[in-house]
């Protein structure tokens, strides 16, 4: 028997668990993530800055129906370890589109809400709008953070860092 063979082998009889690949997660009805509406959706995407113990999460694209028409719920959130520093959202929506005959992701006109700076410890935004069948949304948000900077060698120097997340597309 081959020595790759028998790890498998090995860590069943232990009965420890073997790691399997990451599979993106799919799209699916769902009853919301906390403070996130229910609907037809995929998971939420988090994005983790790397020196700072902080992040920001694009929600959505969240579909619905009311009578006749499809919506989508979309929004994001960002914090930081402690509720260190200022912080800045701000969350739009794009669709799928093609520019020279590749695919282009566009910015969809009114869609932009922005809030911040503030200190609280998480900082979120929510909004809804209506979704057309045939047509691919994602949800963009950004996280423009001011931190404390203690390698500055001044006891007010900041760090502004800017970090984003882009949710998966899905059309309704």
């Given at each position: ?47 983790q800055q790397g020196n700072w113990q902080c992040s920001v999460t694009a ?90 900077n203690a390698y500055a060698g001044h006891p007010h120097a900041t760090s ?13």
């Amino acid at each position: 028997m081959r020595p790759r063979a028998l790890i498998p082998l090995a860590l069943a009889a232990l009965g420890l668990p073997i790691a399997a690949p990451a599979a993106s997660a799919q799209p699916s009805w769902n009853s919301g993530y906390g403070w996130w509406p229910g609907g037809y959706g995929s998971p939420p995407v988090t994005v983790q800055q790397g020196n700072w113990q902080c992040s920001v999460t694009a929600y959505g694209p969240t579909y619905g129906v009311k009578p006749g028409n499809w919506f989508m719920y979309y929004g994001g959130g960002t914090s930081c370890a402690n509720g260190i520093g200022q912080k800045s959202l701000t969350v739009y929506v794009q669709t799928m589109g093609t520019m020279n005959g590749k695919p282009h992701w566009y910015t969809v006109f009114g869609t932009g809400l922005t809030t911040g700076p503030s200190s609280a410890v998480n900082v979120r935004l929510i909004n809804t709008r209506q979704a057309y069948l045939g047509h691919e949304y994602r949800v963009v948000a950004v996280a423009t953070l001011v931190l404390p900077n203690a390698y500055a060698g001044h006891p007010h120097a900041t760090s502004t860092i800017t970090v984003t997340a882009y949710s998966q597309g899905l059309a309704p």
